[in-house]
Each structure stands twice: as C-alpha cells, then as structure tokens.
Nanobody, 127 residues
C-alpha cells in the first residue's frame, strides 16, 4: 500500500489561502486516484475533492467548489489542495487518501472508496 504524508496546514485568517500537499511513497503513484477529506471537531469525515490518476478529471464537493482546487504532480508523487477564500467553517483536520484505480473521477467518493490514508494536517481559519 502507498504511504501518505500531508503537510501545509496551519492557522490562517478568514479570506486567506493555504496549499496542502500530500506526498506518496511505497507504491506506483500513477496507479492511484487521490482524494482529500476533512473532519471538523466533533463531526464526521467528509469528502472534499478527488483527482484521477492522470489529473485530467477532478470532482470537488459543492461546499468548497469555486474556492478549492485539487491537482497532482506525478513526477513528484504529490497531490495538492489549493484552498482560497477560506472561511471559519473550513476549520478541520484534512486527510489525504489514495484509491487504487485508473479511471476518470465522475462523482463524489466516500471513505470506503479509499484504501490508504495519511495522518492528517490541521487547518484552522480564524474569523
């Protein structure tokens, strides 16, 4: 299984931006679709975005559409989540996940669709 390590979280004011990174190792990165999830304090883990193994197709949750962008660099074995116009309700622990699949991303995915997870990185947005 691929191992995943997130970075880039932190404290930011509302309206600001952050870019999360997720570095993969121990597997062939291009065998995997990649996703981001988030879990606010005391709440369930929710889907944020996913990207196909080529990077050609993506799917972003409605709650963050137009503000968040997922991308990947297969040469660096890294997936990114660019977060703009951050809001206090974006405060959460953000998790990177890998799904062994080589097809397009056409829908939101659930936790059960992913087999490998990172440890998470905390994002806190102050008002």
């Amino acid at each position: 299984q691929v191992q995943l390590v997130e970075s880039g979280g932190g404290l930011v004011q509302a309206g600001g931006s952050l870019r999360l990174s997720c570095a993969a190792s121990g597997g062939t990165f291009t065998n995997y679709a990649m996703g981001w999830f988030r879990q606010p304090p005391g709440k369930e883990r929710d889907f944020v975005a996913a990207i196909s193994w080529t990077g050609r197709t993506t799917y972003v949750a409605e709650a963050v559409k137009g503000r968040f962008t997922i991308s990947r660099d297969n040469a660096k074995n890294t997936v990114y989540l660019q977060m703009n116009s951050l809001k206090p309700e974006d405060t959460a622990n953000y998790y990177c996940a890998a799904r062994f699949e080589k097809s397009s991303i056409t829908r939101a995915l659930g936790q059960a669709d992913f087999g490998s997870w990172g440890q998470g990185t905390q994002v806190t947005v102050s008002s």
